[in-house]
């Protein structure tokens, strides 16, 4: 019957997880931690790929653009027609 006592003892010491833990110590050194490897800084000064596409097509002019569609337009159904009569 002992045995039995010693598990319900370890039982009542649980961890109980509505009790609210305060760790904004840890969390605030975490935070300094990564503040001062500039993590944060770095990536804020990527460029984004979607703003460079856009920035290509502003500086490139529209006859150029259009041209480009209808070539590779065209080679797309080329290249469709001959994958249908090949295969």
Same mark, same amino acid.
């Given at each position: 019957?002992?045995?039995?006592? #010693?598990?319900?003892?370890?039982?009542?010491?649980?961890?109980?997880?509505?009790?609210?833990?305060?760790?904004?110590?840890?969390?605030?050194?975490?935070?300094?931690? $990564?503040?001062?490897?500039?993590?944060?800084?770095?990536?804020?000064? +990527?460029?984004?790929? $979607?703003?460079?596409?856009?920035?290509?097509?502003?500086? +490139?002019?529209?006859? +150029?653009?259009?041209?480009?569609?209808? #070539?590779?337009?065209?080679?797309?159904?080329?290249?469709? $027609? +001959?994958? $249908?009569?090949?295969?």
């Amino acid at each position: 019957m002992a045995r039995f006592q #010693k598990r319900t003892n370890l039982m009542e010491e649980t961890f109980n997880p509505f009790n609210p833990i305060d760790n904004s110590e840890v969390l605030k050194s975490n935070l300094n931690e $990564i503040d001062s490897r500039s993590i944060r800084c770095r990536f804020k000064a +990527t460029e984004d790929p $979607i703003q460079y596409v856009f920035e290509s097509f502003d500086n +490139t002019s529209l006859k +150029t653009l259009a041209r480009d569609f209808v #070539k590779e337009g065209f080679s797309d159904v080329v290249s469709f $027609i +001959t994958s $249908i009569v090949n295969g």
